[in-house]
């Protein structure tokens, strides 16, 4: 049954007895997981949103599928073009195309068909199917919350329907909604701060922004000012780790969610070095050093046997020295990074160059022109 028929019963608008309210929904029929996203969960007339519906194989069975019908609100209208289909075929990487839909404005529906392969086989790379679909609200739709749903096939399996599905949007009077968007460091070290921000496109008075981790909250809830909530988090575990931010509303303004972003989280850096392991006095060498991960920029500062010969900025996770060695024998090279504001300090493991044909070594030094100067003449 689609959206039209519930709103014909009465029952388009979310509440009692009906699917609770959610922004993503993950259903399951046979071995196919679906999940539904909604781009945004309040809109006003004129705005747009869409639907991103995830088809994913779970037991390394191989499916088909066959057609895709993506049920939407009462009032919602294809917006022409927008409908994007990504699968991959068995021996090949993941591409998008642009179908042409059937378009069912009575119903609310789209649909698209296909033979589309899903595949979660060891070496298949998931090959999931994504299904996009954006839609404007037109200017007759009806302020309220409302539910979608989807309907698809599978070859060899019976049609499935969810509908409703539980994803819901709320159509709200004109300026009354709100966007949130977070923004944070792509890295971070696990048990270091970082800062978290929430900026809400209207300048609201009240209401509270919850940072979420995966879904769960973090921290306490934020008061925004002028527009902005910040948390200060230490991450207390490595990898990646996907942040969205919820404002609650506030008087007649909407509440929204942010779009997910991710960051990856790791116990700190690790610093590496290379060159030559062995050289001509007099012959300019260059020592690479690479640091991971090489976020925020910073220097490392190179060294033999403890001396400072050098620094180098990094850029994309990398820097270069070039050094000239003077003096023969062996040189501990060392780098340091010094870290910035994301990445904690790391050194490296000693690279050892052996330099031959230049000066005897009188003294210690770095074999450095300058050192090879202090030598001869003093410092």
């Known amino acids: ?8 019963m009465g029952l388009s608008a979310i509440g009692a007895g009906t699917a609770s309210a959610a ?7 046979d071995n196919i997981k679906v999940t539904k996203t909604v781009s945004s969960s309040a809109v006003e ?36 073009g927008s409908a994007k289909l990504t699968s991959a075929a068995a021996e090949t990487g993941m591409t998008t195309e642009a179908p042409t839909p059937t378009v069912d404005t009575p119903n609310s529906e789209i649909t698209v068909s296909g033979d589309w392969l899903l595949s979660s086989r060891a070496g298949s790379e998931n090959k999931n199917v994504i299904f996009e679909v954006t839609y404007r609200v037109s200017k007759v739709a009806e302020e309220g919350k409302f539910d979608s749903g989807l309907v698809f096939d599978a070859a060899g399996a019976p049609t499935r329907v969810f509908d409703p599905m539980g994803v819901t949007v709320k159509v709200a009077p004109p300026g009354k909604t709100t966007k949130t968007v977070v923004t944070a460091p792509a890295a971070a070290i696990r048990g270091k701060s970082v800062e978290l921000v929430a900026t809400i496109s209207r300048n609201t008075v009240g209401g509270a922004v919850q940072f979420k981790d995966n879904g769960e909250d973090i921290g306490s809830s934020v008061v925004p000012t002028k527009g902005k909530a910040t948390l200060s988090y ?4 490595d990898g990646m780790h996907t942040i969205t931010a919820e ?4 008087g007649d303004y909407e509440g929204s969610e942010s779009e997910a972003i991710l960051i990856e989280v790791t116990a700190g850096t690790g610093t590496t070095i290379s060159g030559p392991s062995e050289v001509q006095a007099g012959t300019p060498v260059t020592f690479l050093a690479t640091v991971s991960p090489g976020q925020g920029g910073g220097e490392v500062e190179f060294k033999d046997s403890g001396v400072l010969i050098g620094t180098a900025q990094i850029v994309g996770g990398a820097g270069t020295l070039d050094h000239v060695f003077t ?7 060392t780098g340091t990074f010094t870290g910035n504001s994301v990445l904690n300090p790391s ?17 210690e030094g770095t074999g450095s022109i300058e050192n090879l100067f202090d030598n001869l003449f003093g410092s």
Do not use: C, L, Q, W
């Open 45 to 80: 007339r004129g705005d747009t949103v869409t639907y991103k519906t995830v088809f994913e194989a779970v037991d390394g069975v191989d499916r088909s599928i066959t057609r895709i019908t993506d049920v939407h609100p009462e009032g919602f209208e294809y917006v022409s």
């Open 23 to 29: 922004k993503s929904v993950t259903m399951t029929a």
């Open 1 to 8: 049954m689609s959206v039209a028929a519930f709103a014909a």
């Open 234 to 237: 230490a991450f207390p575990t």
């Open 347 to 363: 050194t490296s493991e000693i690279v050892t160059v052996t330099v031959t044909g230049g000066e005897d070594p009188e003294t």
């Open 327 to 333: 003096v023969n024998g062996e040189h501990s090279i």
């Open 247 to 250: 404002f609650t509303g506030s």
